[in-house]
């Protein structure tokens, strides 16, 4: 166990060593184009897919509407829209597609890379860097002993934890929403209560609706 252990440690440091290093100009920017979007669509690929998964979860949780590419029930995108690509290089292929797409069809567009802009990154209205070592990274990232772009990934899914933290601090945006915006099905009903009727769960496409 001593290895494991070991092992453990220095995965757990180099978690805050790349956080450190996260611009707070990026936080910023990222935050902004999200409160100033009608709606949120996340992309992304592999773990840096699951990461984008989990962000649009919680942003749906705060009361954005919020979906994710790929999805049967994800409606068209357009101005007023935000799409947000998670790309730890920055060059993936299908993520710079789905990009150039949503622009062309007026939406914004909001990166998180790695640590260099690529050629997603480089069309974005805003860019919020996760400096931690993915492939084809520059050699001044966070390096990591674990594969491919695993710190990146633990690195942009605990950056998305703490950005929907500064969110909710604002007026009007809690995660302590409807009932009806967090799954029921894994509990049995408390006899005598009732979930909002559907009606109820209809959400226009307006701004962080409560």
């Known amino acids: 166990m001593t290895g494991f252990v070991e092992r453990a440690r220095t995965v757990a440091g180099e978690i805050p060593a790349a956080l450190e290093r996260v611009r707070p100009e990026g936080v910023v920017a990222l935050i902004g184009a999200l409160l ?11 773990g840096e897919g699951l990461v984008a998964r989990a962000l649009r979860m919680r942003l749906m949780h705060a ?27 920055g060059e993936i292929g ?15 567009l909001a990166v998180v890379p790695a640590d260099r802009p690529g050629p997603t990154a480089s069309r974005a209205h805003a860019v919020l860097a996760t400096p931690a070592v993915a492939v084809g990274s520059a050699a001044d990232a966070v390096a990591s002993v674990q594969p491919m772009d695993t710190l990146f990934e633990q690195v ?6 703490v950005l929907v933290l500064e969110l909710v601090d604002r007026p009007g945006i809690s995660l302590d929403g409807p009932p009806r915006r967090h799954r029921n099905l894994q509990r049995a ?9 559907m009606s109820g769960r209809a959400r226009s496409r307006d701004r962080w609706t409560s």
């Open 156 to 161: 942009a899914l605990i950056t998305f934890d």
């Open 189 to 197: 009903p408390q006899t005598g209560v009732r979930d909002a009727p």
């Open 94 to 108: 299908h993520v710079n597609h789905v990009a150039r797409r949503a622009q062309d069809r007026g939406a914004r």
């Open 36 to 46: 100033a979007a009608r709606s949120v669509t996340v992309v992304g690929v592999g």
């Open 63 to 89: 009361g954005a509407d919020a979906h994710r590419v790929w999805h049967d029930a994800t409606p068209g995108i357009g101005p007023a829209d935000l799409l947000l690509a998670v790309s730890g290089s």
